[in-house]
């Protein structure tokens, strides 16, 4: 907090608010008691000027294309660590020492199967149903089945439950994805690091042997950092304001993978790839960037632009090395669809319509093709965003339930509704 304050005036009425600063980036203003000083709301849909709490776990400077965890930057941790060392730091605060790796790996591990009944359960799906729709069900039952772990008071079953559902949702994705193509479970393999555990649940199949690639391996445990967290964004936001009700975990969760489905976010990787299957060839590229900068047209480039960074996606650099690395260890050289995709990433590159709007290619754009090069078809994309983030939202709604601050959220609103009638019986209704 500084002891400077924000003066705000409405006629006669004047209300200080406080100004907040935080490690870095921009102060706040404190408007918590604006409406109690003055009688009016804020009103700021979408959130475009609001901080909608306080928190220590990611910071994002979309001008500068700067994305920290706990403070590392985000291409430190992608190319020098790993997935299950980047999910103890979102978790407890600091990096693990050598011990409490070896620890946390070993919890996490042991949780990796899910109850057997769980097996029951996705037969009731049918098996054409989109996987992203397996798993709102799906992690929302888990609260059905795991009790034991539901007590948010207890510090305990946080920690319990938090562990679980890191550990269990590469799990389910693959059971979705397995269930979706109609071949048995793979169940997990505890001597396998994360990453390649879920590639062999997603792609083994009990009559031949399957080999982890180590640099398919290491690409899927990069996704999965790359995505681990990103601050308020839409999904997490919903995992906090459902947690904020006393909501069990496991259920926020399932709210958080329902808003993550959406195209806009979550599910903008595999719009990215439907869009470039529908571009089909590089000649088409100049229609498709003339739609999208028409106003009268709603199409827009999918995988371009963000509503933090006005700068390169830090991930999204990342993600481009890695998706070549993976596609040169594959021999891919001449996919039609890739040709698209750098033949669009340089014309929006260079396009000035792109280039004052500050629409870069975001992290999307080049999961979409490496996901694609590593088999999983394009209905999948968004479950591997699921897994990944799971400890971003767990994190989030970890460092919520444990403020001693934290309220139930209850946003306010504009009416524009009818004003105050009266009721009118319906053969008096004209
Ligand atoms: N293609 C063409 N024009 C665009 C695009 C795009 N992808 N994105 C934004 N614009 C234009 C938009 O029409 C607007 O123009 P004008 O100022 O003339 O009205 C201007 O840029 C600003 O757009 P906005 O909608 O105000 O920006 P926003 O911050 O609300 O939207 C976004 C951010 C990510 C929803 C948007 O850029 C978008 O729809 N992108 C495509 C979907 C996508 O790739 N989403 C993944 C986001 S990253 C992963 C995640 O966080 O989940």
Redesign the pocket.
Known sequence: MTDQSAKFTLGSTNADLALRSGTIGPDVVDVTSLYKQSGVFTYDP?F?STASCESKITYIDGDEGMLLHRGYPIDQLAERGDYLETCYLLLYGELPTAREKEDFVYRVTRHTMVHEQMSRFYTGFRRDAHPMAVMVGSVGALSAFYHDSTDIADPHQRMVASLRMVAKMPTIAAMAYKYHIGQPFVYPRNDLSYAENFLHMCFAVPCEPYRIDPVLARAMDRIFILHAD?EQ???TSTVRLAGSSGANPFACVAAGIAC?WG???????E??LNMLTEIGSKDRIPEFIAR??D?NDP???????????KNY?PRAKIMQKTCHEVLDELGIKDDPLLEVAMELEHIALNDE??IE???YP????YSGITLKALGFPTAMFTVL?AVARTVGWIAQWKEMIEDPHQRIGRPRQLYTGAPLRDYVPVDERS
């Open positions: 979408g475009s990103h964004n839409a999904s993550l195209p806009a976010h979550g599910g903008a990787n719009a990215a999208a900068k106003k199409f827009r480039l999918m995988g371009f632009g963000h509503r933090v960074y996606d319509y792109f709007k500050k629409l975001n992290v999307d754009f965003f």
